[in-house]
């Protein structure tokens, strides 16, 4: 899990969504946290800060879920994928 970019979307969510979010694996639309139009602005809020391109019709909104998710999304899109399992999963760390 990259603890850097686990900050960085908690400081996306504040300034882009004006919301905290407590937990890191908080379901964020079953705590209407997210909402439809809270979703395509931090779509847009995540491409512009991280350089990465989200295309909805090859992600699953699941990604969107927890703020780890988002994070493993994040590491899968940068081409990231030995961190992005490890994030989606908890297990090992950038170290191992």
């Known amino acids: 899990m990259s603890m850097s970019l686990i900050n960085d979307l908690h400081r996306l ?9 407590p937990d890191n694996d908080m379901n964020l639309m079953e705590n209407g946290i997210i909402d439809s139009l809270a979703l395509v602005n931090l779509i847009l809020a995540i491409e512009e800060e991280f350089q990465v391109s989200v295309s909805l019709e090859e992600t699953d909104l699941q990604h969107f879920e927890t703020i780890n998710k988002l994070n493993a999304l ?5 081409g990231d ?16």
């Not at 969510?13 to 979010?21: A, S, Y």
């Not at 994040?74 to 940068?78: D, G, S, T």
């Open 74 to 78: 994040i590491l899968e899109l940068r």
């Open 13 to 21: 969510f504040r300034d882009h969504l004006q919301v905290e979010v």
């Open 81 to 96: 994928t030995i961190n992005a399992t490890r994030s989606e999963t908890g297990y090992g760390s950038a170290a191992d």
